[in-house]
């Protein structure tokens, strides 16, 4: 059973900065795909960044320049560095990943979820 643990959030004000860390031990030997994914109140799940086993990352345009991931040299921890941090951020922050060469869109799609962080910005 594959298990995925975040730790990390919390509230802070607007511009401030927060660091997500998901502990995901059993990808370092394989072909996967890591990725954070949110959920804000009453709106659908958005994949915000992601990474793949060769280490190239994505991110959704609403988190470019001001989020990014990255795994520690084990693989076995994902990050995500978050700053310059907006009231639109706040969500519960989740660590998924997928097995194989594909990185979904479709947030379905993803295999393995932790149990979420939350993220709260105040202006």
């Known amino acids: 059973q594959v298990q995925l643990a975040e730790s990390g959030g919390g509230s802070v004000q607007v511009g401030g900065s927060l660091r997500l860390s998901c502990l995901a031990p059993g990808f370092r030997d394989s072909s996967y795909c890591m990725a954070w994914i949110r959920q804000a109140p009453d709106k659908e799940r958005e994949r915000v960044a992601r990474i793949d086993s060769a280490g190239y990352t994505m991110y959704a345009d609403s988190a470019k320049g001001r989020f990014t991931i990255s795994q520690n040299k084990e693989k076995t921890t994902l990050y995500l560095q978050m700053d310059s941090l907006k009231p639109e951020d706040t969500a519960v922050y989740y660590c998924?990943?997928?097995?194989?060469?594909?990185?979904?869109?479709?947030?379905?799609?993803?295999?393995?979820w932790g149990q979420g962080t939350q993220v709260s910005v105040s202006s």
């Open positions: 998924a990943a997928v097995r194989g060469l594909g990185c979904p869109k479709d947030v379905t799609l993803w295999d393995y």
